[in-house]
């Protein structure tokens, strides 16, 4: 029973590089969430999808890119890494619109040098 | 836009004292409310919700009830553990996406 699973735990990258953070759920959800959890901020919503093939903008969408190609994965892209981006990342899903609430992965701890 | 303010931490308590967390909340419409927790080291874990006034929500010994006159759903527990010792994080619904507050620190020491 995995739930929701990301990948990967850790990383640490230098400023300007890129990279991937992958999000997979196996509870056939519809509706998928990217977080970021920053000290004293709670979570802010950057990118999410409520449907296989769909996007839409959060509250802190700016140096973020995603896809949403399969209904189970969510993919979180960083172009080109600040050290503002280091955060901790969290995605989510939902069989409904919110009201149904969240199931969370553990998370991605991501440090920019 | 609709928010969410949480009383600040962090809240040091010992083994069997009574919690409370409160929380107080701005939004149009008729959202839903939700407590989630976050032990050391792992995601958010839906802890409690209602889904209309005066509905209450309870979950292992937790409760918070939806008060739509003072616009609040604070947390309570009678008699912490140790186990309890988490971040608390208050959540509105706001169409497909969940709003937080930034969280509550709580140490329960034996």
Same mark, same amino acid.
């Given at each position: 029973?995995?739930?929701?699973?990301?990948?990967?735990?850790?990383?640490?990258?230098?400023?300007?590089?890129?990279?991937?953070?992958?999000?997979?759920?196996?509870?056939?959800?519809?509706?998928?969430?990217? !977080?970021?959890?920053?000290?004293?901020? &709670?979570?802010?919503?950057?990118? @999410?999808?409520? *449907?296989? =093939? #769909?996007?839409?903008?959060?509250?802190?969408?700016?140096?973020?890119?995603?896809?949403?190609?399969?209904?189970?994965?969510?993919?979180?892209?960083?172009?080109?890494?600040?050290?503002?981006?280091?955060?901790? !990342?969290?995605?989510?899903?939902?069989? &409904?619109?919110?009201?149904?609430? @969240?199931?969370? *992965?553990? =998370? #991605?701890?991501?440090?920019?040098? | 836009?609709?928010?969410?303010?949480?009383?600040?931490?962090?809240?040091?308590?010992?083994?069997?004292?009574?919690?409370?967390?409160?929380?107080?909340?701005?939004?149009?419409?008729?959202?839903?409310?939700?407590?989630?927790?976050?032990?050391?080291?792992?995601?958010?874990?839906?802890?409690?919700?209602?889904?209309?006034?005066?509905?209450?929500?309870?979950?292992?010994?937790?409760?918070?009830?939806?008060?739509?006159?003072?616009?609040?759903?604070?947390?309570?527990?009678?008699?912490?553990?140790?186990?309890?010792?988490?971040?608390?994080?208050?959540?509105?619904?706001?169409?497909?996406?969940?709003?937080?507050?930034?969280?509550?620190?709580?140490?329960?020491?034996?």
């Amino acid at each position: 029973n995995a739930g929701v699973t990301q990948t990967p735990k850790f990383r640490v990258l230098k400023t300007g590089q890129s990279m991937t953070l992958l999000c997979a759920q196996d509870m056939n959800h519809e509706y998928m969430y990217w !977080y970021r959890q920053d000290p004293g901020m &709670g979570l802010r919503l950057i990118h @999410y999808s409520v *449907g296989e =093939g #769909t996007t839409a903008k959060g509250e802190v969408p700016d140096g973020y890119n995603v896809s949403r190609l399969k209904k189970q994965n969510f993919l979180l892209g960083l172009e080109s890494a600040a050290p503002s981006q280091t955060s901790v !990342y969290f995605c989510a899903s939902s069989s &409904g619109p919110a009201d149904y609430g @969240y199931t969370f *992965g553990s =998370g #991605t701890r991501l440090t920019v040098v | 836009g609709d928010s969410v303010t949480q009383m600040e931490g962090p809240v040091t308590l010992s083994e069997e004292a009574f919690l409370t967390i409160n929380c107080t909340y701005t939004a149009t419409g008729y959202p839903s409310l939700f407590w989630y927790v976050q032990y050391p080291g792992e995601g958010l874990q839906l802890l409690l919700k209602a889904t209309k006034a005066d509905d209450k929500g309870s979950n292992k010994g937790f409760e918070a009830t939806y008060r739509k006159e003072t616009t609040s759903f604070h947390l309570e527990k009678g008699s912490v553990q140790v186990s309890d010792s988490a971040v608390y994080f208050c959540a509105l619904s706001n169409d497909y996406k969940l709003s937080f507050g930034a969280g509550t620190t709580v140490t329960v020491r034996a």
